[in-house]
């Protein structure tokens, strides 16, 4: 019994909304405790996953996002609670807030607190004639009402009237017996992934800046370079090398023909001098013709370079390339 606004106020709850309100005369003799709810459904999936974890599996293939609730354990109160005890009184798990609130009145406040582990397997009401258990399952393949958890009176002389049927406890067994196959095999997809992952571990770990493949191929990679290098470096210092004995030579040629041409000098000097075999001396003249085609031979300036007189450049392939600037 309740004064009228207790009873609006106990019955805001979601777990005593569906409790007729009657006037106090037609109150039933027993109204120790509210042993009859309603049969209901599972808390209804609005959408709002709230509070309740949850995993995001993306799907880069399909660019689409798959959202898994992590539980089912959902507030009776507020389905984006998470439930973690259960009431058998109310017949449904709630939050631990949500339990204190619902249990704060004292027509609730009995009821005992039961982890949710507890909660038993308890066969579901028939939604047709609530206060009766269903205790069967229509298999019925011709069958087309939607319900298939159904009552003894449901399959005697209801719409499912010699409906094939099986228990709803095998049922239920068959769909236990289901589900633990599927974590066996999920746990074992797990499994073999994780393995996967590790090997993933080892691939990356090939791929370190510290590891040793990678090390070795920097310094295969610097060595090639060092080869390369000491062979442009080789063909810079030939090539300088060379140019330099090239004008060596022509200039110890050149030498050669100003001591000849001195000695040359000196002897005409002395013929004209002593005045003597002037009526001869085809040896000196020859000499002295040859020493004139010498001159005018050395004074072509064509290897006469500097340094500066060719372009030194790198090719693609890195070899050292030298041209002529004036060819
Ligand atoms: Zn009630
Ligand atoms: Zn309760
Ligand atoms: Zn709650
Ligand atoms: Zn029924
Ligand atoms: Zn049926």
Same mark, same amino acid.
């Given at each position: ?9 106990? !019955? ?35 959408? +709002? ?14 660019? +689409?996002?798959?959202? @898994? ?11 984006? !609670? ?10 449904? *798990?709630?939050?631990? +807030? ?8 004292? %027509? ?12 038993? /397997? ?7 004639? +609530? ?8 298999? =019925?393949?011709?069958?087309? *009402? ?5 009552? !003894? ?9 010699? !409906? ?11 769909? #236990? ?7 066996? $095999? ?10 996967? #992952? ?10 370190? @800046? ?21 062979? %442009? ?9 060379? $140019? ?13 023909? *100003?001591? /000849?041409?001195? #000695? ?5 000097? $002395? ?7 002037? @009526? ?10 040859? &020493? ?6 050395? $004074? ?8 500066? =007189? &060719? /372009? ?16």
């Amino acid at each position: 019994m309740f004064f009228f606004s207790c009873f609006g106020t106990i !019955h805001k709850s979601k777990v005593n909304a569906g409790h007729p309100k009657l006037p106090v005369p037609e109150k039933p003799n027993i109204l120790a405790e509210c042993t009859k709810h309603p049969s209901r459904n599972a808390a209804k999936n609005d959408g +709002s996953v709230g509070d309740i974890p949850s995993v995001v599996i993306q799907d880069e293939y399909y660019s +689409s996002s798959v959202l @898994y609730s992590t539980t089912e354990n959902r507030c009776f109160e507020n389905s984006s !609670h998470e439930a973690t005890v259960y009431c058998e009184k109310c017949d449904a *798990i709630f939050c631990e +807030s949500c339990f204190g609130t619902i249990h704060k009145s004292k %027509v609730n406040a009995g009821h005992p607190k039961l982890p949710i582990s507890q909660k038993s /397997n308890r066969l579901p009401k028939c939604t047709e004639h +609530s206060s009766i258990t269903a205790e069967f399952w229509c298999k =019925d393949p011709n069958c087309v *009402i939607e319900e298939k958890k159904i009552c !003894h009176i449901c399959l005697l002389a209801g719409g499912h009237k010699f !409906h094939q049927y099986e228990l709803l406890t095998d049922q239920v067994s068959n769909n #236990v017996e289901k589900l633990k196959d599927l974590m066996r $095999s999920t746990q074992e997809t797990v499994d073999k992934y994780q393995d996967r #992952v590790k090997s993933f571990d080892v691939c990356i770990a090939t791929f370190g @800046y510290e590891h040793p493949l990678y090390l070795a191929e920097i310094e295969k990679i610097t060595k090639q370079f060092d080869a390369k290098k000491m062979q %442009v470096l080789k063909k810079l210092e030939e090539f300088t090398g060379n $140019s330099q004995s090239r004008l060596r030579e022509k200039k110890k040629q050149i030498e050669a023909y *100003i001591d /000849n041409s001195e #000695v040359l000098l000196l002897k005409i000097e $002395s013929i004209l001098k002593s005045k003597q075999k002037l @009526y001869d001396d085809t040896k000196i003249l020859d000499t002295a013709e040859a &020493q004139l085609r010498i001159s005018a031979f050395n $004074s072509q300036n064509d290897f006469m370079k500097v340094f500066d =007189d &060719q /372009n030194y450049s790198l090719t693609e392939e890195m070899e050292m390339k030298i041209m002529d600037k004036n060819r």
